[in-house]
């Protein structure tokens, strides 16, 4: 059974940073791409940023150029940098395989940017 913990948000300023942690249990991250979704209150959930098995990152216009997302397999972990942060970049953040597999949804973690 895989389960996917995602950390990291908070509460931060217009143009400031947060990198964000998604710590997946079980054997099969190795053999996963890997994604960050968010959730913007009232919208659908969208594909932010993938990671591939061998590590190519790809972005979607949203997080192109202030997004960085990376892996350790070592650690099963993926994390979300992300710089310059915009009021639009608020949501809930998620971790899961792309494409994504329905029952490894976590909870997500919330990201706030307001002044």
């Known amino acids: 059974q895989v389960q996917l913990v995602e950390s990291g948000g908070g509460l931060v300023q217009p143009g400031g940073s947060l990198t964000l942690s998604c710590v997946a249990s079980g054997n099969i991250f190795r053999l996963k791409n890997m994604g960050w979704y968010r959730q913007a209150p009232g919208k659908q959930r969208e594909l932010v940023a993938t990671?591939?098995?061998?590590?190519?990152?790809i972005y979607a216009d949203s997080g192109k150029v202030r997004f960085t997302i990376s892996r350790d397999n070592a650690k099963n972990t993926v994390y979300l940098q992300m710089n310059s942060l915009k009021p639009e970049d608020t949501a809930v953040y998620y971790c899961?395989?792309?494409?994504?597999?329905?029952?490894?949804w976590g909870q997500g973690t919330q990201v706030t940017v307001s002044s």
């Open positions: 990671i591939t098995t061998g590590g190519t990152a």
């Open positions: 899961n395989a792309v494409p994504f597999i329905q029952r490894y």
